[in-house]
T-cell receptor
Framework: GNSVTQMEGPVTLSEEAFLTINCTYT??????LFWYVQYPGEGLQLLLK?????DKGSNKGFEATYRKETTSFHLEKGSVQVSDSAVYFC??????????????FGIGTKLQVIP | DGGITQSPKYLFRKEGQNVTLSCEQN?????MYWYRQDPGQGLRLIYY???????QKGDIAEGYSVSREKKESFPLTVTSAQKNPTAFYLC????????????FGQGTRLTVV
């Protein structure tokens, strides 16, 4: 079956540090890949996505590149802020021409940014 | 503003009682989902619905029930058969028909006392 692997954390960084959160996946075919962010006490928000190999998703200074050869979708940001403190979920959705496509989520990585 | 609304934000239940969590969306989405979130386990799918009057079990449906009488609404009932109901519950919706970008509600934290 499909699976997503990411570290649980917490990842603790100082403000303005470089961020990498690793995500690797197992799936057949060409899934779509997502990063969601969850702020304390809230639901998840889509941060960025990529739908085919070598696509780069980007939003709010965050980036992730769909690497089929390494089955990875690592999240990066050049300079984190305290407001980036949240839990980050990597997710995949298998390719399907229509109908329900089950989204598989990783366990979430907690990021703590200290001033 | 369009969005998805869950209520209440916090809910307390005594053991042996059923409780219903509300989820409403005004995004005109066909598909709706219920997830359970526990520390260290990510999100697990409870039920999903692709169309009105139809729904399917997810990975952990035992002890839960849903209905989809209206496109906008997808309430979740946590029954007394659910052995460990204390968790954070998230409702989501998507356009369906191959579009999987999901929009989430703010969540309901259920505590059994």
């Amino acid at each position: 079956g499909n699976s997503v692997t990411q570290m649980e954390g917490p990842v603790t960084l100082s403000e303005e540090a470089f961020l990498t959160i690793n995500c690797t996946y197992t799936a057949t075919g060409y899934p779509s890949l997502f990063w969601y962010v969850q702020y304390p006490g809230e639901g998840l928000q889509l941060l960025l996505k990529a739908t085919k190999a070598d696509d780069k998703g980007s939003n709010k200074g965050f980036e992730a590149t769909y690497r089929k050869e390494t089955t990875s979708f690592h999240l990066e940001k050049g300079s984190v802020q305290v407001s980036d403190s949240a839990v980050y979920f990597c997710a995949l959705s298998p390719f399907h021409s229509g109908g329900y496509q089950k989204v598989t989520f990783g366990i979430g990585t907690k990021l703590q940014v200290i001033p | 503003d369009g969005g998805i609304t869950q209520s209440p934000k916090y809910l307390f239940r005594k053991e042996g009682q059923n409780v219903t969590l509300s989820c409403e969306q005004n995004l005109n989405h066909d598909a709706m989902y219920w997830y359970r979130q526990d520390p260290g386990q990510g999100l697990r799918l409870i039920y999903y619905s692709q169309i009105v009057n139809d729904f399917q079990k997810g990975d952990i449906a035992e002890g839960y029930s849903v209905s989809r009488e209206k496109k906008e609404s997808f309430p979740l009932t946590v029954t007394s058969a659910q052995k460990n109901p204390t968790a954070f519950y998230l409702c989501a919706s998507s356009q369906g028909q191959g579009v999987t970008e999901a929009f989430f509600g703010q969540g309901t934290r259920l505590t059994v006392v």
